[in-house]
T-cell receptor
Framework: NAGVTQTPKFRVLKTGQSMTLLCAQD?????MYWYRQDPGMGLRLIHY???????AKGEVPDGYNVSRLKKQNFLLGLESAAPSQTSVYFCASSTRTSASTDTQYFGPGTRLTVL | AQSVTQLDSQVPVFEEAPVELRCNYSSSVSVYLFWYVQYPNQGLQLLLKYLSGSTLVKGINGFEAEFNKSQTSFHLRKPSVHISDTAEYFCAVSGEGNKLVFGAGTILRVKS
């Protein structure tokens, strides 16, 4: 049982390049989330999904797209990377037994640098 | 809308001393509160959570937190810290759709 895994762990991009971050979970969780973590700002929600085939915007969605084609995977895409997207990205998942009270389980993070 | 304020960005403390990490929240709906811990170069993991019932919540690694509705606070405490407690601690409040709103984090530095 690997929990939540993220690929890649590190990445350096040039401005304007694109990339996709992959999140996978093996806990059969319905909900999945993408956050970014910046110094002094905590974690901010980018996009989330409440089930396979559904996605929704979070607090800071601009410049990102997501897809949830399979229940276990949640992809985060950057179409044209900008230096402001330099951050650590975390994926998380949770069950749907009680929407507001469930524990979220986090992946180890992806450190992205945009030059 | 929910929001969380962590009152200290860094807390230095000597090993075996007690520590309190402060968290204040605002919420217009039912309150569910969480503390997560992030060890260096790792993801976040749940330390404890308050859903209802007793206002004193016990978590892993000897941590506990007290929910105070009148002061809108959820401070985290440990009576005696270890070097291994060095980490960043995040307070969070649950909003609609199980969306967590995080505070900015408090770095706990335990010194020997």
């Amino acid at each position: 049982n690997a929990g939540v895994t993220q690929t890649p762990k590190f990445r350096v991009l040039k401005t304007g390049q694109s990339m996709t971050l992959l999140c996978a979970q093996d806990m059969n969780h319905e909900y999945m989330y993408w956050y970014r973590q910046d110094p002094g700002m905590g974690l901010r929600l980018i996009h989330y999904s409440v089930g396979e085939g559904t996605t929704a915007k979070g607090e800071v969605p601009d410049g990102y797209n997501v897809s949830r084609l399979k229940k276990q995977n949640f992809l985060l895409g950057l179409e044209s990377a900008a230096p402001s997207q330099t951050s650590v990205y975390f994926c998380a998942s949770s069950t749907r037994t009680s929407a507001s009270t469930d524990t979220q389980y986090f992946g180890p993070g992806t450190r992205l640098t945009v030059l | 809308a929910q929001s969380v304020t962590q009152l200290d960005s860094q807390v230095p403390v000597f090993e075996e001393a007690p520590v309190e990490l402060r968290c204040n929240y605002s919420s217009s709906v039912s309150v569910y509160l969480f503390w997560y811990v992030q060890y260096p170069n790792q993801g976040l993991q749940l330390l404890l959570k308050y859903l209802s019932g007793s206002t004193l919540v016990k978590g892993i690694n000897g941590f506990e937190a007290e929910f105070n509705k009148s002061q809108t606070s959820f401070h985290l405490r440990k009576p005696s810290v270890h070097i291994s407690d060095t980490a960043e601690y995040f307070c969070a409040v649950s909003g609609e759709g199980n969306k967590l709103v995080f505070g900015a984090g408090t770095i706990l530095r335990v010194k020997s």
